[in-house]
């Protein structure tokens, strides 16, 4: 049983190991942030909300006592990621898998998560930096399997594009698209915009018109098409996301382009992927349109990013690492008839 918001399109890849991997698996979902594939064997809950980013998924609560395994995030802020662990008697067959520690600094959370995940039979984690993070409120080292949270990408290839910057993910304020935009007035640099939200775009698209941009910033359709994607990278000299990246850090280095972005920003943990051989990084706002220049103007340092990215991604972010971090935990089962290693 696989206890999540939704079924996203990037983690399909393991559901299906999973389901070649047990006989009977089961997604129980909220909906709250993807739709559900009907490839898999789902079941679509309804989702209260209670506070401000505080929800609560309905099921029926004894139904995960009867499973091998179950696969759950950890997160506060889903009761019913937890509860039932709480409620359960058999709290070896439990598998929790997330960022880490998280952004919370109460003692109350971390010795709560601390206490979860060692009575558990494990917990899965992005990063290496986020499984440190565990240790250091106490969990057990054996407990933690670092995931290297990743994508599949089938069609990765290094690329030596250099048209225009590039930005791939959903539209939204805290990304800073906008500052992107205003770097690049008075400039004869241009990128393009792939991604979904209408109210940020149409924000971004009055910016660009108010400064006469529309030419040097082009907007497409969001697209999970690899093949799409990689004719829209290949070209691409750099992806940039100036106050957020994740996943799209990932993306880009599948194709050998180097991610821009500020240092100093409430990133999520494929942040850890990038340094200053890899990428662009810069401390401060009013750095971007010295380093978007940078960018196009050393052809020696952005090969050598570019290579670099690439690299990273053929040695670290292969997505068998993600299979095999659940694999770890799977030896451990205790009489589990339903699983078939393989």
Wanted: charged share 25%.
């Amino acid at each position: 049983m696989i206890l999540e918001y939704g079924i996203p399109h990037y983690r399909e890849f393991i559901f299906d190991h999973l389901s070649k991997q047990f006989k009977d698996i089961k997604f129980i979902h909220t909906n709250e942030r993807f739709g559900s594939k009907n490839k898999y064997k789902t079941l679509s809950s309804v989702n209260i909300k209670l506070f401000k980013g505080i929800s609560l998924c309905i099921f029926n609560i004894f139904k995960t006592f009867n499973y091998d395994v179950i696969i759950s995030t950890l997160n506060y802020r889903k009761p019913h990621t937890w509860i039932p662990f709480i409620l359960s008697s058999n709290k070896n067959n439990w598998i929790f898998w997330g960022q880490g520690k998280g952004k919370s600094s109460s003692k109350i959370f971390n010795w709560l998560k601390k206490n979860i995940i060692n009575k558990s039979l494990g917990y899965v984690v992005y990063t290496e930096s986020g499984k440190n993070e565990l240790i250091k409120i106490g969990v057990k080292d054996h407990k933690i399997s670092v995931a290297n949270n990743t994508l599949k990408v089938n069609n990765a290839q290094l690329t030596f594009g250099d048209d225009y910057l590039i930005y791939v993910g959903r539209l939204q304020e805290r990304k800073g698209l906008d500052k992107v935009i205003r770097a690049l007035e008075s400039t004869k640099y241009s990128i393009i915009i792939v991604g979904d939200g209408i109210d940020e775009k149409n924000k971004l698209l009055k910016l660009s018109e108010n400064l006469n941009l529309s030419d040097q910033v082009i907007f497409k359709e969001g697209t999970f098409d690899y093949k799409e994607l990689k004719s829209l990278y290949s070209n691409a000299i750099a992806y940039i996301s100036p106050d957020h990246v994740g996943l799209g850090v990932v993306q880009s280095f599948a194709f050998g382009v180097p991610v821009i972005t500020c240092k100093n920003k409430a990133h999520a943990p494929e942040f850890g992927y990038c340094d200053e051989t890899n990428s662009y990084l810069y401390e401060y706002d009013d750095e971007l349109p010295s380093i978007i220049k940078k960018v196009y103007e050393n052809e020696s340092i952005r090969s050598q990013k570019k290579h670099l990215a690439y690299n990273f991604y053929l040695n670290n972010l292969h997505y068998d690492n993600v299979i095999n971090a659940f694999i770890y935990h799977f030896k451990n089962l205790n009489n589990a008839s339903n699983y078939t290693e393989s």
